[in-house]
């Protein structure tokens, strides 16, 4: 009865840190961009998802030292369709999540291309030190690009940026405490919602998959809802963009060079959706600049059936 009680507690606190994280990392990264004269989407791509996307990280080079593989691919896996689906959707519903031309155009089809090369790398059902060197290689180059081409204000508003040193030390203050928040968060909300997954007899791949997954990608929704609700939608966009690419080239490519990691047959259906999920957020950004409550909507209730067949399949 203890444990059980440890694990309702670290659910409801986990919820609660996560709010009070994604807040200080939403308010300090929106400043620090001012600051350094980076735009919102470059903050929210770098910063901000790499931030959130630090539950996975640990997450899955926890379950790869324990000789967990399954939960530790399925974990990304599940992650980065949750990122798309559950968090844009829900975000589209709170008020219309705007993409910018340049990200429709560039950012999103890296994110498609990466993930397809992922999938890729997976299809011989392993990942080796080698392949997990490639990836994390590949995220240096996203990172350098993404920084040099967003310089410049997207919308080039040309206004002018005052630095202030001791209120940029104070958003740097804002940005760590809030990954510190989301990552202690996600850790507590993860242990109680495995515990009791786990007590009704569900299996590593599903926990990993769905539970873990979902717990793991919670600060990206807290990140995501607090900047759509703070009007930011390049940061809300730039978090779930950059998230999906530093789930697969950081979060993969660690884990794989620390403990080469195989996947399970069971794996390989979750691969496609999430490859099959990433098009399909592209084609809405194609045709249309801005993410009403009506994708939202179609994204949660997509989202929900992936979740069933998840636990039926």
């Given at each position: 009865?203890?444990?059980?009680?440890?694990?309702?507690?670290?659910?409801?606190?986990?919820?609660?840190?996560?709010?009070?994280?994604?807040?200080?990392?939403?308010?300090?990264?929106?400043?620090?961009?001012?600051?350094?004269?980076?735009?919102?989407?470059?903050?929210?791509?770098?910063?901000?998802?790499?931030?959130?996307?630090?539950?996975?990280?640990?997450?899955?080079?926890?379950?790869?030292?324990?000789?967990?593989?399954?939960?530790?691919?399925?974990?990304?896996?599940?992650?980065?369709?949750?990122?798309?689906?559950?968090?844009?959707?829900?975000?589209?519903?709170?008020?219309?999540?705007?993409?910018?031309?340049?990200?429709?155009?560039?950012?999103?089809?890296?994110?498609?291309?990466?993930?397809?090369?992922?999938?890729?790398?997976?299809?011989?059902?392993?990942?080796?030190?080698?392949?997990?060197?490639?990836?994390?290689?590949?995220?240096?180059?996203?990172?350098?690009?993404?920084?040099?081409?967003?310089?410049?204000?997207?919308?080039?508003?040309?206004?002018e940026v005052v630095?202030?040193?001791?209120?940029?030390?104070?958003?740097v203050g804002m940005?760590?405490?809030?990954?510190?928040?989301?990552?202690?968060?996600?850790?507590?909300?993860?242990?109680?919602?495995?515990?009791?997954?786990?007590?009704?007899?569900?299996?590593?791949?599903?926990?990993?998959?769905?539970?873990?997954?979902?717990?793991?990608?919670?600060?990206?929704?807290?990140?995501?809802?607090?900047?759509?609700?703070?009007?930011?939608?390049?940061?809300?966009?730039?978090?779930?963009?950059?998230?999906?690419?530093?789930?697969?080239?950081?979060?993969?490519?660690?884990?794989?060079?620390?403990?080469?990691?195989?996947?399970?047959?069971?794996?390989?259906?979750?691969?496609?959706?999430?490859?099959?999920?990433?098009?399909?957020?592209?084609?809405?950004?194609?045709?249309?600049?801005?993410?009403?409550?009506?994708?939202?909507?179609?994204?949660?209730?997509?989202?929900?059936?992936?979740?069933?067949?998840?636990?039926?399949?």
């Amino acid at each position: 009865m203890s444990q059980l009680f440890l694990e309702i507690l670290g659910l409801v606190a986990g919820l609660a840190i996560l709010i009070v994280g994604a807040d200080l990392l939403v308010r300090g990264a929106a400043q620090l961009a001012r600051v350094l004269g980076l735009s919102p989407f470059a903050i929210g791509v770098t910063v901000v998802a790499f931030g959130t996307s630090a539950p996975e990280l640990f997450a899955s080079i926890g379950a790869a030292l324990l000789d967990v593989e399954e939960l530790a691919i399925g974990n990304v896996v599940g992650s980065n369709i949750a990122n798309i689906l559950l968090i844009l959707g829900a975000g589209a519903i709170i008020a219309p999540i705007g993409i910018h031309r340049r990200v429709r155009l560039v950012e999103l089809p890296i994110m498609l291309v990466i993930t397809g090369l992922t999938v890729g790398l997976l299809l011989d059902s392993k990942l080796t030190r080698v392949d997990g060197a490639l990836l994390a290689a590949g995220l240096i180059g996203y990172v350098v690009f993404i920084v040099r081409s967003h310089r410049v204000e997207i919308e080039h508003e040309g206004d002018e940026v005052v630095t202030h040193p001791k209120s940029a030390w104070l958003d740097v203050g804002m940005v760590v405490l809030g990954i510190v928040a989301l990552g202690l968060g996600a850790r507590a909300l993860v242990f109680g919602a495995t515990g009791v997954a786990l007590r009704v007899g569900v299996s590593e791949g599903i926990v990993g998959t769905t539970v873990v997954a979902l717990g793991t990608s919670l600060p990206e929704l807290a990140a995501t809802i607090r900047s759509v609700m703070a009007k930011q939608s390049d940061i809300a966009v730039g978090n779930v963009v950059g998230s999906n690419i530093f789930n697969l080239l950081s979060v993969l490519g660690i884990t794989a060079m620390i403990h080469p990691l195989v996947a399970s047959p069971s794996m390989e259906m979750h691969l496609w959706i999430m490859l099959s999920v990433s098009v399909l957020m592209v084609v809405f950004a194609m045709i249309r600049p801005a993410m009403g409550r009506l994708v939202g909507m179609c994204f949660l209730l997509l989202y929900g059936a992936y979740i069933a067949f998840a636990f039926v399949v």
